[in-house]
C-alpha cells in the first residue's frame, strides 16, 4: 500500500489574506456600530493599558513605525478621547487616553466581544480552537525559520 502524500494546492499568501480579509469585515462591522475601526481600538486599548506612554514606546509596542503611529492617533485626538500631553522634559510627549476615551473604550470593548462571539459560533468553538492552535504553530515554526535565516549574517566565511 502507498501512503498518500499530502500536496498544498493553491497559494498560502492568497488563502491566509481572504481569511484575514473576512475575519477583518467582520470585526470591522461590529465595531462600527460604536464608531471605531478594529485599528483604532487596538490603539486606544493599548493607549489605556499602557499610558500615558511616549510616542516611540507606544509604537514599538505595537510594532508599528512611528509615523504611522502619529497617523492612527489622529482621529482619536480630534476626537476628544487621546491627548497628547508633555512629557518628563521640553522636547518629550506623553500619550494618554482621556476620560472620555476610557468610555468609548468600554464602549468598544461590549462590541469587541459581540465580534468574536458571533465568530466563534459561527465557526464552531472546536475549529476556532483548531485554528488558534494552528496559528500558533505556524508562528513559532515561522519564528524558528527567521532566526535560522540571520544566524551567521556579517560572517566573512
Known amino acids: 500500500m502507498n501512503a ?30 460604536c464608531g471605531l475601526k478594529t485599528t483604532q481600538y487596538s490603539l486606544l486599548s493599548y493607549i489605556v493599558k499602557l499610558g500615558p506612554i511616549r510616542p516611540s514606546e507606544l509604537a514599538q ?7 504611522t503611529l502619529s497617523r492612527n492617533l489622529q482621529p482619536l485626538v480630534a476626537a476628544g478621547w487621546v491627548v497628547l500631553g508633555a512629557g518628563t522634559d521640553a522636547r518629550s510627549r506623553l500619550v494618554q487616553a482621556t476620560d472620555a476615551g476610557h468610555d468609548k473604550r468600554r464602549e468598544a470593548q461590549r462590541h469587541w ?45
Open 61 to 67: 509596542a505595537m510594532q508599528m513605525t512611528p509615523s
Open 113 to 157: 466581544k459581540v465580534a468574536q462571539q458571533t465568530l466563534n459560533a459561527q465557526l464552531g468553538p472546536e475549529r476556532v480552537v483548531a485554528l488558534h492552535s494552528l496559528i500558533d504553530e505556524s508562528l513559532a515554526v515561522l519564528q524558528g525559520a527567521d532566526d535560522n535565516d540571520t544566524e551567521g549574517e556579517g560572517d566573512a566565511s
Open 4 to 33: 498518500t502524500v499530502l500536496q498544498p494546492q493553491g497559494c498560502t499568501n492568497l488563502r491566509v489574506r481572504q481569511l484575514m480579509r473576512r475575519i477583518g469585515q467582520h470585526y470591522d462591522a461590529e465595531m462600527a456600530r
